[in-house]
T-cell receptor, first 116, second 115 residues
Framework: GAVVSQHPSWVICKSGTSVKIECRSL??????MFWYRQFPKQSLMLMAT?????????EQGVEKDKFLINHASLTLSTLTVTSAHPEDSSFYIC????????????FGPGTRLTVL | KQEVTQIPAALSVPEGENLVLNCSFT??????LQWFRQDPGKGLTSLLL?????REQTSGRLNASLDKSSGRSTLYIAASQPGDSATYLC??????????????FGQGTILTVHP
């Protein structure tokens, strides 16, 4: 089956620094990837849709200048949390599907971000 | 705006019991509905996907049903095992267009199966 990986699996950083999270589709090409955020004991909330070769589209309330998304190739999307603060500490998960018209989304294992 | 609710929030059962997890959604114009499992600190594992034209899907001890008219889906787990302990999430998948691929998740049901 399709596999999505994320790197790193966890990261701890100081307040004010920037953190980059990678999402890769290992055995398929993904023109669209999705970034979700999950706070403790809460469900996943969609942050943005990452489109290969074009700008990401952000959900309402998500700051595009704080959460920079780059989808430079058909197998890689990156999420950069700029000037991270403790309230950005969360579990970030990406997903991808096999393309328009396909159903199942495949999720990465997630990245645990802790900002001190 | 789609809202997805899962009941109960938590469930603890002895091993061997059959159990039902409930998921309801407010907008019945969904494309598909998907059930996931999430272990603590881990990502999501897809369990079952029910297309809008289907009524149910089965995989092993799992059976998921979908009733679009009432905005409900259930996940039935037969003969539960301690290894089934996890958080179970349902997600509504909208139809295409600008909403393509944007899943709306419920808050999840935390299942504990004790020996």
């Amino acid at each position: 089956g399709a596999v999505v990986s994320q790197h790193p699996s966890w990261v701890i950083c100081k307040s004010g620094t920037s953190v980059k999270i990678e999402c890769r589709s290992l055995d398929f090409q993904a023109t669209t990837m999705f970034w979700y955020r999950q706070f403790p004991k809460q469900s996943l909330m969609l942050m943005a849709t990452s489109n290969e070769g074009s700008k990401a589209t952000y959900e309402q309330g998500v700051e595009k200048d704080k959460f920079l998304i780059n989808h430079a190739s058909l197998t890689l999307s990156t999420l950069t949390v700029t000037s991270a603060h403790p309230e950005d500490s969360s579990f970030y998960i990406c997903s991808a599907n096999l393309g328009p018209g396909t159903d199942t989304q495949y999720f990465g294992p997630g990245t645990r971000l802790t900002v001190l | 705006k789609q809202e997805v609710t899962q009941i109960p929030a938590a469930l603890s059962v002895p091993e061997g019991e059959n159990l039902v997890l409930n998921c309801s959604f407010t907008d019945s114009a969904i494309y598909n509905l998907q059930w996931f499992r999430q272990d603590p600190g881990k990502g999501l594992t897809s369990l079952l996907l029910i297309q809008s034209s289907q009524r149910e899907q089965t995989s092993g001890r799992l059976n998921a049903s979908l009733d679009k008219s009432s905005g409900r889906s259930t996940l039935y787990i037969a003969a539960s095992q301690p290894g089934d302990s996890a958080t179970y999430l349902c997600a509504a998948i909208p139809r295409g267009g600008t909403s393509y691929g944007k899943l709306t998740f419920g808050q999840g049901t935390i299942l504990t199966v004790h020996p």
